[in-house]
């Protein structure tokens, strides 16, 4: 799996549009990109993926760059309940026998008042 | 939503006690796993199994066992408990097929004395 780089973390305003950078430099061709994040005592929480097109869903968007060498998660209307660790993955395929993901330390994204 | 229960949210044992971490889902999901989690560390996996019965090693496999008799349950055995050993245990499960989304229980924090 390629190598991801994150900031250890990051603070944002409430209501403020909080963007959270990976890198990830040697991804190849077919590698997805994945975000999780875990709040406080809670277990990681799946929040969006993808392989060249930005996506977006009812938690976050997801901008790739078009050499696919980075990307940023942006919460939109960051709030206090989105004060977690966000994880930046990178994997082939996640079917089958190679669902396995390993996870880094992520970025602490802090959002105050 | 899928479900993924285990069964203590606090555990504390003895030094060379046999314990035992019951992890179960309610989805119908083939492949489930278990991670810990350490200050530090991230997530490392433990042992993950994409059928019953199957089981392959994660990162840190030393010192644990696990158990899949049912498709619902995955078992994590630590055959003689060590004080290195307490930590923050994750469960997750995930659909085969998906591209996506793991789904994890809330955590047992397991602490040896």
């Known amino acids: 799996d390629a190598k991801t780089t994150q900031p250890p973390s990051m603070d944002c305003a409430e209501g403020r549009a909080a963007n959270l950078p990976c890198n990830h430099s040697?991804?190849?061709?077919?590698?997805?990109v994945y975000w999780y994040r875990q709040i406080h005592s809670q277990g990681p929480q799946y929040i969006i993926h993808?392989?060249?097109n930005n996506e977006t869903n009812e938690m976050a968007s997801l901008i790739i760059t078009e050499d696919r060498k980075s990307s940023t998660l942006i919460l939109p209307h960051a709030t206090l309940r989105d004060t977690a660790v966000y994880y930046c993955?990178?994997?082939?395929?996640?079917?089958?026998?190679?669902?396995?993901?390993?996870f880094g330390t992520g970025t602490r994204l802090q959002v105050t008042l | 939503d899928v479900k993924v229960t285990q069964s203590s949210r606090y555990l504390v044992k003895r030094t060379g006690e046999k314990v035992f971490l019951e992890c179960v889902q309610d989805?119908?999901?083939?492949?489930m796993f278990w991670y810990r989690q350490d200050p530090g560390l991230g997530l490392r996996l433990i042992y993950f199994?994409?059928?019953?019965?199957?089981?392959e090693k994660g990162d840190i496999p030393e010192g644990y066992s696990v158990s899949r008799e049912k498709k619902e349950r995955f078992s994590l055995i630590l055959e003689s408990a060590s004080t290195n050993q307490t930590s923050m245990y994750l469960c997750?499960?995930?659909?085969?097929?998906?591209?996506?989304?793991?789904?994890f229980g809330s955590g047992t924090r397991l602490t040896v004395v």
């Open positions: 997750a499960s995930k659909a085969s097929l998906a591209n996506y989304g793991y789904t």
């Open positions: 040697t991804i190849s061709g077919n590698e997805y």
């Open positions: 993808g392989l060249k």
């Open positions: 993955i990178v994997r082939v395929t996640m079917t089958g026998t190679a669902s396995k993901l390993t």
């Open positions: 989805m119908d999901h083939e492949n």
């Open positions: 199994s994409y059928d019953v019965k199957m089981k």
